[in-house]
């Protein structure tokens, strides 16, 4: 999974967040049977925001994520993360960043 920037305005829970995790050798992380949450913080003050289930599509690495009205609702820059919870042991994607999001008024 690559870091990436994305832009949403204050209020939208569309589109959809869809990701592919895959380990630092490029392959998929297998994600069926496993809990995977989105964990979303402010930049400024590292406050999370969201940490919720998100949806596992397939064994590919595939994971998806519903906005809910409350998780868009403040205009601001934003980091995030899927962590996958694998019967105790956890893993981040990305592993060494967060994802950027900029939510405009």
């Not at 990436?4 to 204050?10: D, F, G, L, N, T």
């Not at 994600?31 to 995977?36: H, I, N, Q, R």
Request: hydrophobic content about 40%; proline content about 6%.
């Amino acid at each position: 999974m690559g870091i990436y920037k994305s832009v949403m305005q204050r209020g939208d829970t569309r589109p959809v967040l869809s990701a592919q995790l895959v380990n630092q050798d490029g392959t998929p992380y297998p994600t069926l049977g496993k809990t995977v949450t989105l964990i979303m913080r402010r930049v400024t003050t590292r406050e999370v925001v969201v940490n919720a289930a998100a949806t596992v599509v397939d064994n590919e690495g595939r994971v998806s994520y519903a906005w809910q009205p409350a998780d868009t609702a403040v205009a601001g820059e934003y980091e995030l993360r899927f962590r996958v919870d694998d019967g105790g042991a956890l893993t981040s994607f990305p592993n060494a960043d967060w994802h950027s999001l900029r939510l405009e008024p």
